[in-house]
């Protein structure tokens, strides 16, 4: 599904090297942690994935498709196999929980009953109920988890998580995680770039850490500490 191999990233106007010759693959059907400090080269190592960026060194294969390759109008055809949700959840201020899934499904252009499958995406993340309320009348969590269904309502096989939990109690931060864990159950592959240590040791799955850039350890049985 991801596949990094020898992978340098240096940002050039500060001559930052925010990846260094990074190797690690991701099959389909895994949860995996990306963890590290601030600065670790986490976001990073996502926008690669996003091909938000492009590497300076190695090669990044996005389902056998190397990212380097793709031509610049197939670009929207693999980023609809990503979903993403950030940190800020950004959801558009406007418009309610519904018809901002409904306005994602618009964007990459589907077509059909938009509503109904809105709607079952915010069932997937219980919150229906909430469907007509703008983004200000919700929780942070909920927030979220409208962030998290709109980043799976065109059920991309691959979920991208940018400090999903950061500005959530630690209650929600674990409703977050056991929601993420369920959709990964489904079959979606989910990356999760955290510097939590709590969330990591409590649901411990494969965790993959940073260190100044450079990929330290690689654990299958997961959790923060050694
Ligand atoms: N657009 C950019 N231009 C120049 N340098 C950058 C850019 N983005 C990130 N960096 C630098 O690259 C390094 C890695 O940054 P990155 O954002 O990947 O870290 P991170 O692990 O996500 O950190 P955090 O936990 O704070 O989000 C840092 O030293 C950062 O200053
Ligand atoms: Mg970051």
Request: hydrophobic share 40%.
């Amino acid at each position: 599904m991801v596949h990094f191999s020898r992978v340098t990233k240096t940002y050039p106007r500060t001559h930052t090297h925010a990846l260094k010759d990074v190797d690690f693959r991701i099959d389909k059907g895994e949860f995996v942690y990306i963890t590290g400090h601030s600065g670790a080269g986490k976001s990073t190592l996502l926008s690669l994935i996003l091909r938000r960026i492009l590497p300076t060194e190695g090669t990044v294969l996005i389902a056998g498709q190397d990212i380097t390759k793709v031509r610049e109008r197939r670009l929207p055809f693999l980023r609809r196999k990503i979903g993403m949700v950030f940190q800020d959840h950004r959801l558009l201020p406007n418009l309610s929980a519904l018809d901002n899934l409904v306005f994602a499904l618009r964007a990459t252009g589907e077509r059909g009953n938009l509503e109904q499958r809105a709607l079952l995406a915010l069932r997937q993340v219980a919150l229906a109920h909430k469907r007509k309320a703008p983004p200000i009348e919700l929780s942070l969590g909920e927030q979220q988890r409208v962030a998290i269904a709109r980043a799976i309502v065109t059920t991309p096989p691959l979920l991208l998580c940018d400090e999903p939990t950061g500005n959530l109690d630690p209650d929600t931060s674990w409703e977050i995680l056991e929601l993420l864990n369920d959709i990964n159950i489904r079959g979606t592959t989910v990356i999760v770039a955290t510097h939590s240590r709590d969330l990591v040791d409590r649901l411990r799955r494969r965790t993959i850490v940073l260190r100044n850039g450079e990929l330290v350890r690689d654990d299958t049985t997961g959790g923060y500490s050694l």
